[in-house]
């Protein structure tokens, strides 16, 4: 009888801290042996030479089946979202069950669960939104959730329907460092966003460009700042997630030097888009409306030394997705004429991991350790799901991904999987993709063909 499932054999195999040359072997899901010659005991063998094998990515900011209001419906569902991020090199992403007004937080999950059950194609783990914190939901939703493996959510302090408020802030750090749950903030000072939209109003300015003009980088370094120094008076630690521009990072390295516990996030739309791109002819630029909004060339510069530095921790996609040409999309009626009524958010989840790879590792910019950190290891540390997942070591989930570094093509969106029409990074040329993705042992994409089926993907309680 054989020893493994699989085997991987002959990769470069790389984690966070080392890489080495050697085979991988599976049974039941998980990595059972990394040794030399382990392929006479397989009853499969994944012929990696040459290439690199790397844990499977973990994208922890994704926004799927996300309710949007306003007749916006987003552009995947589980089962695109999740078979997008798969060929994308991803075997676990977490998006946001969002608190939903006058309804319980338990009833969005049981539907946000319902939504996500048999239809996965990699592995799910959610955060929650937080937009009402009242006493209730402090006091006993929270710690009850908390328990129930919801360890993690995001707070606002932009969009007039999610924002939260000082004191709402400082409420809910507060039960965070009570319970030990991470928060995720989208920093952003919402009343100086309102002031400048209504100046550009006002100045009719009113196409996808004026959204980056009305979210400029003090907006984001303002609240970055408050957010920071609303954790260091709590004593509670905060991710700062979708950094976008340097004074940000500046911000957040003066904040470490002081003692906070911050962990920060950046995202490829704020490495190689600009917001020259919202200025597309024929309302085009609100293909790249998101918030922040993608900066200038010194700030992507900035962001590049955040990655080399370690000032970020965390590379995600953001994937937001709405298709551009629908009502329910981009072009809704009044999005179409007003950049406020703009659905904000770009996909992504399926390009991060080339992104990084082609500009990042083969450009020489980070090595290879860095971008397993930068896209697996440090999400699961973050999140709870470590080491289960994010490395590749004897006892680990078999989430395997199989890079071949020779495989060049552009940025297509008719190659890619998602729900949207069209991609933010079209043409875009990218060296090296994820060409194989085992998930729990089970080969789901293999030469980028799709293996497996919907509804192998499973919830992962934290
Ligand atoms: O524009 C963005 N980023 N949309 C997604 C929601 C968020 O703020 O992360
Ligand atoms: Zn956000
Ligand atoms: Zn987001």
């Not at 419906?73 to 999740?82: L, N, P, Y």
């Not at 100045?203 to 970055?224: F, I, M, Q, Y």
Request: aromatic share 8%; glycine share 10%; hydrophobic share 40%.
């Amino acid at each position: 009888m054989a020893t493994f499932d699989i085997v991987i054999s002959g990769g470069t195999v790389a984690t966070a801290s080392d890489t080495f040359v050697c085979d991988i072997g599976i049974r039941d899901g998980v990595v059972v042996a990394l040794g030399l010659d382990l392929a006479q005991d397989a009853k499969q063998v994944l012929d990696a030479t040459g290439k690199y094998v790397l844990p499977g990515g973990i994208d922890s900011h994704v926004h799927i089946s996300q309710p949007s209001g306003d007749g916006i419906v987003m552009a995947d569902d589980f089962e695109s979202g999740t078979r997008s991020a798969l060929f994308g090199g991803n075997t676990t992403i977490m998006p946001f069950c969002l608190q939903e007004r006058g309804k319980s937080i338990r009833q969005s999950l049981i539907e946000y669960h319902a939504l996500a059950n048999g239809t996965c194609y990699t592995d799910v783990s959610f955060h929650l939104i937080i937009c009402e914190p009242t006493p209730e939901v402090l006091g006993q939703d929270l710690p009850a959730l908390f328990n129930d493996g919801y360890t993690s959510f995001k707070v606002f302090m932009t969009y007039e329907n999610l924002r939260l408020t000082d004191p709402e802030l400082l409420q809910t750090f507060d039960v965070a460092r009570d319970l030990g749950a991470t928060v995720m903030v989208h920093c952003e000072n919402e009343d100086a966003i309102k002031f400048l939209i209504g100046k550009h109003e006002a100045a009719n300015d009113l196409r996808p460009g004026a959204h980056a003009r009305t979210r400029p980088v003090a907006v984001e370094r303002e609240a970055t700042h408050r957010a920071m120094a609303f954790a260091e008076v709590v004593g509670t630690p905060i991710v700062i997630v979708h950094v976008s521009n340097g004074q940000a990072i500046d911000e957040i390295a003066a904040a470490r030097r002081r003692g906070v516990a911050v962990t920060a996030e950046t995202c490829p739309q704020y490495l190689v888009l600009t917001a020259e791109d919202l200025e597309g002819m024929d309302w085009e630029g609100a293909k790249f409306v998101c918030s922040p909004p993608p900066r200038g060339t010194e700030d992507q510069a900035a962001c590049w030394r955040g990655l080399q530095d370690g000032t970020f921790e965390l590379f995600s996609s953001d994937h937001c997705p709405f298709v551009y040409d629908s009502v329910e999309g981009k072009l809704n009626p009044k999005g179409a004429k007003q950049f406020k009524h703009i659905p904000n958010g770009i996909p992504g989840v399926e390009t991060r991991l080339p992104i990084l790879f082609s500009e990042g590792v083969m450009k020489g910019r980070i090595d290879i350790n860095r971008f397993v950190a930068l896209t697996a290891t440090n999400h699961a540390k973050t999140y709870g799901l470590y080491p289960r997942k994010g490395t590749i070591a004897v006892g680990s989930d078999a989430d395997i991904v199989i890079w071949d570094p020779k495989v060049t093509a552009p940025i297509r969106h008719a190659n890619l999987h998602d729900g949207a029409d069209y991609s933010p990074y079209e043409g875009l040329e990218i060296t090296g993709w994820p060409v194989t993705v085992v998930l729990r042992g089970k080969v789901m994409v293999q030469d980028r063909a799709l293996q497996g089926t919907k509804g192998d993907g499973t919830y992962l309680g934290r």
